[in-house]
């Protein structure tokens, strides 16, 4: 399972083609992999310590996984999610929005701490890959 944040800036797609232009299609590509993967290692950061807040003994922390920024369909991203030994993929939705026990809403310690983490580090974000962007150049 994964959540998604989806960042969309206007004027993009014109400020990409301008770069393309004058750097080249293969480097600006390599800049922008790199801005996102910095920009997600800080979300994930942020989301890993947010979720101390229901922390245990820690597992669901421990197996937050981040893929590697790659290319899809002309845009980039980079993934978040659980994998590891203890399969705590199958737990966080049941922290992340609760669930029915005998007809009662039961809702966990760490009810909507990922989905306000992911809100929260938005800026967080964009303001990264805008410094990476702009140290690349």
Same mark, same amino acid.
Request: aromatic fraction near 8%; charge should be positive.
């Given at each position: 399972?994964?959540?998604?944040?989806?960042?969309?800036?206007?004027?993009?797609?014109?400020?990409?083609?301008?770069?393309?232009?004058?750097?080249?299609?293969?480097?600006?590509?390599?800049?922008?992999?790199?801005?996102?993967?910095?920009?997600?290692?800080?979300?994930?950061?942020?989301?890993?310590?947010?979720?101390?807040?229901?922390?245990?003994?820690?597992?669901?922390?421990?197996?937050?996984?981040?893929?590697?920024? /790659?290319? *899809?369909?002309?845009? +980039?991203?980079?993934?978040?999610?659980? $994998?590891?030994?203890?399969?705590?993929?199958?737990? @966080?939705?049941?922290?992340?929005?609760?669930?029915?026990?005998?007809?009662?809403?039961? /809702?966990? *310690?760490?009810?909507? +701490?990922?989905?306000?983490?992911?809100? $929260?580090?938005?800026?967080?974000?964009?303001?990264? @890959?805008?410094?990476?962007?702009?140290?690349?150049?």
């Amino acid at each position: 399972m994964s959540e998604k944040f989806i960042a969309e800036i206007e004027g993009a797609k014109e400020t990409l083609n301008a770069l393309e232009k004058k750097f080249g299609k293969t480097q600006v590509r390599k800049i922008t992999r790199k801005a996102v993967n910095l920009g997600a290692e800080k979300v994930e950061k942020k989301l890993q310590q947010d979720m101390e807040v229901f922390k245990d003994q820690g597992y669901s922390i421990d197996e937050v996984v981040r893929t590697t920024a /790659r290319y *899809r369909n002309e845009v +980039v991203e980079a993934e978040i999610g659980w $994998n590891g030994p203890k399969e705590r993929y199958r737990l @966080i939705h049941l922290n992340e929005w609760g669930y029915t026990r005998n007809g009662r809403q039961i /809702r966990p *310690r760490g009810f909507g +701490v990922i989905t306000k983490s992911l809100a $929260n580090s938005g800026q967080m974000y964009l303001d990264t @890959i805008y410094e990476e962007v702009k140290k690349s150049l």
